[in-house]
């Protein structure tokens, strides 16, 4: 064999084995690349299963904080309403006092006229007699003054029976106000009791009625867990989205990348068959 040909087996030897050792350089680059991408797409799709989660999460704590918002604010409705009755009862009882004391008052005064009432009956009626007794003796003495001092007594009797009617219903009315009084103040420690068991505050120094927690307290600590819970959730949410946004970036630089040198090697390859 002769030196020309010798000289070109080795030639083509050694461009074979460069264009092998550049076709598999361009393989293990594509298959680095493959294994990128394979890798960020893992990483993109934990990612965004995370985010629907946390969305899920978010979207919840949302709707946890408008619930215990509005059981704050229903809550401190309720309170102003228990504060009002508390208030009213309290009213209540003062003027049924007032008005016991007016009834004491008006008994004390319609006994009195009774007694002026009945002493000027009993006059009444001694001197309709003594006026009766004279005109038997007196035929003279008018018809009409015995008449009208009769009459004068049985309208005494009749004013004394009528006020002692009005002194019973004074006392009846008494009574009903006593009882009223009674069922009041029963009704104003309770509305008392319980305007403290929702602030938790002494109030007019009910013993033993302020209790450990109160309903004000409770739900003021659930709005404030609630909106504590919605912005963590809000800042995780918002943290993994920066973290999806930048693995779908690099998985795009990646996956250009792998088109490139899938390209590349395809080309490499080809030229290779062909020489």
């Known amino acids: 064999m002769s030196i020309y040909k010798i000289n070109t087996i080795k030639n083509k030897y050694g461009v074979t084995e460069q264009k092998k050792e550049t076709l598999d350089a361009l393989s293990n680059q594509v298959l680095d690349a493959q294994n990128e991408v394979a890798q960020l797409q893992a990483i993109v799709q ?13 979207n919840l704590a ?3 904080k408008k619930q215990a918002l509005s059981n704050k604010e229903l809550g401190d409705e309720v309170i102003s309403k228990v504060k009002e009755l508390d208030q009213l009862s309290g009213t209540a009882v003062s003027e049924v006092g007032i008005a016991n004391e007016k009834a004491k008052s008006c008994a004390s005064q319609v006994k009195v006229l009774i007694d002026k ?4 009956a009993e006059v009444i009626n001694k001197l309709a007699n003594l006026v009766i007794r004279k005109k038997a003796l007196n035929p003279l003495i008018s018809d009409e003054l015995v008449e009208m001092i009769s009459k004068a007594g049985t309208d005494a009797n009749n004013a004394v029976a009528l006020t002692l009617k009005a002194l019973e219903a004074v006392f009846a009315s008494q009574a009903t106000i006593l009882e009223s009084n009674g069922a009041l103040a029963i009704e104003n420690e309770q509305a008392t009791k319980l305007y403290e068991f929702f602030i938790g505050e002494e109030v007019d120094n009910v013993e033993n009625s302020i209790p450990d927690t109160n309903v004000k307290e409770l739900l003021g600590v659930a709005y404030d867990v609630s909106i504590s819970t919605y912005n963590s959730a809000l800042l995780a949410s918002e943290d993994n989205t920066n973290q999806l946004n930048a693995a779908e970036s690099e998985l795009n630089r990646a996956t250009i990348k792998l088109a490139s040198l899938e390209s590349g090697y ?7 068959l062909a020489s």
């Open 62 to 64: 949302e709707e946890n």
């Open 266 to 272: 395809a080309a490499a390859k080809a030229a290779a």
């Open 117 to 120: 009432l009945i002493y000027s």
């Open 46 to 58: 934990s990612l965004t299963e995370k985010s629907n989660k946390l969305t899920n999460q978010l």
